[in-house]
């Protein structure tokens, strides 16, 4: 019999640094990203003199670099010779006005982090501390639309500032969702005086360089050449931009070429790698996304299968579907599951969110029969996204049952 673990701590003949190639990895150089880290220290310049500044939105979809660019920025900070405090908070972990309260004071005051300490003691304990030598505390917040009580967390935080006499805070949010502002209460939103970066996605020569550079410390020498790691890059391109996505492709692929055992990882590897990859992301968009914004692209899936059987009759190449019908379509699966639908307004809200996040692509038609149309089309596969979401459905009727 073969021993359980030999295999564990085997020499891969692919990999110098597997670590590398990991979506975690804080790459030193960050390509194409001057000008959004030059901004972000622009906007967050009055904070580390002392002053209470503007708070900072910063959008884009996955995979644009804004974690890391935050990160980055971040990190210089904390070697600066500034008042200014900053704490990162992943408000997937942080998840509520009390979680991040709690992140700030275990970052600073760790002393009251460990008591279970009620919202007020933590608030008035940080209160103090910024007041203590008018510091001005950064607050980074990174997916900051998971919040669950945003609109309480941003009204504590900018109604803080009026409380502190001297010193401040301010919010840096970051998200994949532009339009999560809408989701605000007016009050909250009216104390949000902000500034706004946009990160736009990677095209496909820019992925083509930002993998170059991890594949030549992740990879051993030899192991992959240009054409290859181009391909990966114009996959994710045309896709979505989406750094992390090729990212998960590459290393993948190295996986494949390392089971097989040649040391070199080939264009078929790619290929497969892709699908794999794809697979893993729709799964993962698919299950973090809420209720009503599934049910639409469970819509969409069934639409652009039956659609593709038109299309098969009319030769047509691609499957675009009027949103209007989707709407429809989608209504009638909430009835049926006896989930209310939303407003149409409220769809196209979701449809903009989806679209964000590279699950669909959308482009409004010029005049035409139906006058100005937005189409709609799914960028995976629909009968994976269909199967996929079909489990997600399942699993969720167990656990109410
Ligand atoms: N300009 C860049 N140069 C090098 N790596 C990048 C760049 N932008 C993104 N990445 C890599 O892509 C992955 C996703 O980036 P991330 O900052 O998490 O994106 P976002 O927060 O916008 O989803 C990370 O592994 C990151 O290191
Ligand atoms: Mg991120």
Known sequence: MKE?????FKDSNVFANREVLSPHYMPDNLPFRDKQIENIVKYMTPSLRGERGRNLFVYGKTGTGKTSCVKHVVDKIKDLPTKARVSYINCRIYNSRYRVLYKITSDY?????KRGYGLVDIYERIINWIEEDSKVLIVVLD????VKDLDDLIYTLTRANSD??????????VSNKISFKEDLDPRSLSTLYENELVFPPYNSNELALILKERAEKGFKKGVI??????LAAAISAKD???ARLALKVLSKAGELADERGDGVITVNDVNKA???AE????????????EHQRLIIYAISLLSIQGSRYKRLSGDSETYLFSGDIYNKYASIANSLNKGPKSSRWYRKYVFDLEMQGLISAYESGKGIRGHTKLIKLAYSPERMKETIEKTLMTEVEEVG
Do not use: H, R, W
Request: proline share 6%.
């Open 240 to 242: 979505s931009g989406d």
């Open 4 to 8: 359980p673990f030999s295999d564990l």
């Open 164 to 173: 502190i006499k001297s010193g401040g805070i301010m919010i840096v949010g």
């Open 225 to 230: 050449d240009q054409a290859v790691i181009n």
């Open 274 to 276: 892709t699908e794999a």
């Open 143 to 146: 997916e900051i639309d998971v």
């Open 279 to 290: 697979e893993e992301l729709v799964y993962e968009l698919v299950n973090t996304l809420p």
């Open 109 to 113: 005051l760790p002393v009251y982090a």
